[in-house]
């Protein structure tokens, strides 16, 4: 069965370092999200992505993040000055049609990848 | 976006059914139903999802009252590996968690 695939599982980094988190999605999917968790809290919404560009991000999404799809596979999510705050699980989704209701066709689900966790030091 | 209410918490003894509800009285037209469920730390998984019309898959059933204000979801015969947290979302675009629902499945 196809998966989404997110790398590393696991970061440790240094308060104010670049980090990237990787994903491949679905290979025929067109939407792309990016969610955190922090410990303990809930799943939270930070950016989606498609036709290679940002459709809509959160508030959560601010100038140090950004995200790209540099090569047509991977998906990937850069935090330019880590803080300590960003310590949480990042997930990855993709999705083939989007939402149902404006394209009119009952596509199903968003496929989650099992989450990169960053620890910031 | 429609806001959901769930139980924060529910026990279910392994083998019964699961009934997990919730309440989404502002739910408009064109807005489906949609249930996620995580485990531990793991990503969302996707159970099922609604419009109208009840559904049924491999891993549970969703029933929609018809005025939509509110939903059932039916695992039938619950495992240990289905203690998770359940989410109930309204989805307009992306999907918005809230903090669903903690199902405890005991022996």
């Known amino acids: 069965e196809p998966e989404v695939t997110q790398t590393p599982s696991h970061q440790v980094t240094q308060m104010g370092q670049e980090v990237i988190l990787r994903c491949v999605p679905i290979?025929?999917?067109?939407?792309f999200y990016w969610y955190r968790q922090i410990l303990g809290q809930k799943v939270e919404f930070l950016v989606s992505?498609?036709?290679?560009?940002?459709?809509?991000k959160s508030e959560i999404f601010d100038d140090q993040f950004s995200v790209e799809r540099p090569d047509g596979s991977n998906f990937t999510l850069k935090i330019r000055s880590t803080k300590l705050e960003d310590s949480a699980m990042y997930f990855c989704?993709?999705?083939?049609?989007?939402?149902?209701?404006?394209?009119?066709?009952?596509?199903?689900?968003?496929?989650f990848g099992e989450g990169s966790r960053l620890t910031v030091l | 976006d429609a806001k959901t209410t769930q139980p924060p918490s529910m026990d279910c003894a392994e083998g019964r059914a699961a009934n997990l509800p919730c309440n989404h009285s502002?739910?408009?037209?064109?807005?489906?139903v949609y249930w996620y469920r995580q485990i531990h730390s793991q990503g969302p998984q996707y159970i099922i999802h609604?419009?109208?019309n009840n559904e049924t898959n491999e891993m549970a059933s969703l029933i929609i009252t018809e005025d939509r204000k509110s939903s059932t979801l039916i695992l039938p015969h619950a495992t240990l590996r289905d203690t998770a947290v359940y989410y109930c979302?309204?989805?307009?675009?992306?999907?918005?968690f809230g903090t669903g629902t903690r199902l405890q499945v005991f022996p």
């Open positions: 992505f498609y036709n290679n560009e940002i459709s809509e």
């Open positions: 989704a993709s999705t083939l049609w989007g939402y149902p209701g404006r394209t009119g066709i009952n596509t199903g689900e968003l496929f």
């Open positions: 290979s025929n999917h067109l939407y």
């Open positions: 979302i309204v989805r307009t675009d992306k999907l918005i």
């Open positions: 502002t739910i408009s037209g064109n807005e489906y």
């Open positions: 609604g419009l109208k």
